[in-house]
């Protein structure tokens, strides 16, 4: 089971993005560094805050391997 499957089965809303040049998104995530792909992250997290049918005030963020450092790293840049 995904992380994703995880959290719908769950009723947790997930924002799941392709890495920077796989997929749909342009880019390329080897010649990103961890301010680029933090700044990724703080960006899918204020595209959250603009829907309604999101509590801005209870957001969270996860994360494995490489994304656990990117997730550590956003806590520590975010006013929230």
Do not use: C, H
């Not at 680029?36 to 957001?59: E, M, N, Q, S, Y």
């Amino acid at each position: 089971m995904t992380y994703a499957e995880f959290f719908a089965l769950n009723g947790v809303a997930g924002l799941i993005y392709d890495k920077r040049g796989l997929g749909d998104s342009s880019g390329d995530w080897l010649r990103a560094g961890f301010d680029d792909l933090t700044a990724d992250a703080l960006a899918g997290v204020r595209l959250l805050k603009t829907r309604p049918d999101i509590k801005g005030d209870r957001i969270g963020m996860m994360g494995g391997s490489q994304s656990g450092w990117i997730v550590a790293l956003a806590a520590s840049k975010s006013k929230d």
